[in-house]
């Protein structure tokens, strides 16, 4: 495996660069330095004030009506209420996606008196415009670049603070916290794994360079990320040639990606917060299309080194590569099941490209979907047992689900433009992909029921994306 080592924000190791990024879903005490590179564990939960947890409940069969004014700004600088005001903007946000509440429009809180403090709350102003819950927050300033953030979540009927949170950290970046206090909502009032801290990477021609020496002077493409709802979009590499189909580590620390850097495409390991790049297959054969195995110890990836497409799995340092599949025909995408037992993939075997199944130990192939042209399979994250991908629909493509217990399938898209390459979101309940419905293509995401379809990129040409665990 061949290992290289970034030395600074931006720079380049053999002509590539890694994008070494500050930890954005860290929570560090206002005492600690600034210079974070570690993102601690998605699960790992901000400072705490206090534990106090009520369920709340809205009218028999409906949604609970939840309502998130603006937080409270306790420093008198702009910048604290600036702060305010986005925090307000981005929790209602994070909670309506989910769509597991009925969010009341902001717009309709104009009547209502702001409150001063968490003790001056007007709920009988809120149970008029109809409100069950009321998220109210506030934030200040405790040093030149920190912020303390109070989030409460009120039962408006009996005043009752339901959830009570407190979070310290950094100024750089407010909309974490209320990702932070989104997830807790949903975790302890739902019981259900919100994706407000996730991210999703993709590939971009935005920056329109062009590859240089080569005879038809093809554009390049670089791999981005971005939170789940598109702020905050970065980019990882800089090495103006084409880097392709980025997937992240179950960890959210490493994207693994096709890149032509050397001429021809190679696996490359971009460790985005520790700023090294690795090629774990050590540059040797064509080798691209790689995904993890669930416990990231793996991947599986499609290569010609023995004169065909197959498919190869090895260890994450690019030992013990073992094939997979043995087909005259192409074998390629491939995507694990969540146990890790079994890989879905795309096989022109039979004629027509159409998903396929087979065990990890190369055994029991067996063909799952009868159509024109299927690709690009992912699987769904447990409960749900359910592969989509994308199937060709006219002069495009649309994604589908195919549910594995029942071997239904459904559309998930319409024919709105070319809707390819899906991503399930860690919890399942959404998936992202790429669509060229607003002309150029863009990332989007949609409900797996195919509600709440969400544009996320508007700059460029994106694709292929991939959402964290």
């Known amino acids: 495996m061949m290992r290289h080592r970034t030395s600074s924000l931006m720079s380049c190791a053999a002509g590539v660069a890694v994008f070494i990024l500050a930890a954005p879903w860290s929570f560090p005490a206002a005492s600690q330095p600034e210079s974070l590179q570690t993102p601690p564990p998605q699960s790992q939960v ?9 369920s709340l409940s809205g ?36 909670l309506a996606f989910e769509r597991e509440f009925y969010m009341i429009p902001r717009d309709t809180y104009r009547s209502i008196p702001a409150a001063a403090s968490m003790q001056a709350v007007p709920f009988d102003r809120w149970r008029e415009l109809g409100a069950d819950a009321l998220v109210m927050g506030s934030v200040e300033k405790t040093g030149p670049t920190a912020f303390r953030v109070e989030v409460r979540l009120f039962d408006v009927r009996s005043g009752r603070s339901a959830i009570a949170r407190e979070y310290s950290g950094s100024t750089a970046n407010p909309r974490l916290y209320a990702h932070a206090a ?82 021809f495409p190679d696996i490359h390991l971009s460790l985005i917060y520790q700023g090294i790049l690795e090629k774990p297959t050590g540059g040797r054969y064509q080798n691209w299309l790689s995904s993890w195995s669930p416990d990231g110890t793996k991947l599986c990836f499609t290569s010609t080194r023995d004169g065909n497409a197959e498919l190869y799995v090895m260890d994450r340092d690019g030992s013990n590569v073992r094939r997979l599949t043995n ?27 159409q998903i396929y199944v087979v065990d990890v130990d190369g055994l029991n192939v067996r063909k799952l979907t009868t159509e024109s042209y299927c690709d690009r399979p992912t699987w769904s994250p447990a409960p749900f047992n359910e592969i989509a991908y994308e199937s060709r629909t006219g002069s495009g493509y649309d994604i589908k689900v195919y549910t594995l217990a029942t071997q239904e399938v459904r559309q998930l898209t319409s024919g709105e433009g070319s809707n390819e390459s899906p991503s399930y979101a860690p919890n399942g309940r959404h998936l992202a992909f790429s669509s060229t419905r607003s002309g150029k293509r863009q990332i989007y995401t949609i409900g797996r029921d195919g509600q709440g379809l969400k544009q996320v990129t508007t700059v460029g040409n994106n694709q292929t994306p991939d959402w964290s665990r």
């Open 59 to 94: 009218e028999p069969g409906a949604r609970p009506r939840y309502a998130v004014p603006d937080f409270i700004a306790r420093s008198a600088d702009a910048e604290t209420a600036d702060a305010a005001r986005l925090l307000g903007a981005v929790l209602w946000d994070d």
């Open 182 to 263: 989104a997830d807790e909502i949903h975790q302890t009032q739902r019981a259900l794994r919100g994706v407000a801290r996730t991210k999703l990477t993709f590939t971009s021609d935005r920056d329109g360079d062009r590859m240089v020496g080569t005879v038809q002077q093809r554009g390049v493409k670089e791999i981005y990320i971005s939170d789940y709802d598109g702020a905050n979009q970065r980019r990882v590499t800089i090495s103006k040639t084409l880097n392709l189909y980025p997937t992240w580590s179950p960890d959210a620390r490493t994207i693994a990606y096709t890149s032509y850097l050397t001429g």
């Open 327 to 353: 087909n005259p025909a192409i074998d390629t995408t491939p995507t694990w099941s969540p146990s890790g037992s079994q890989i879905a993939f795309t096989s022109d075997r039979g004629g027509a490209p």
């Open 46 to 54: 901000p400072q705490q004030q206090s534990e106090i947890v009520l």
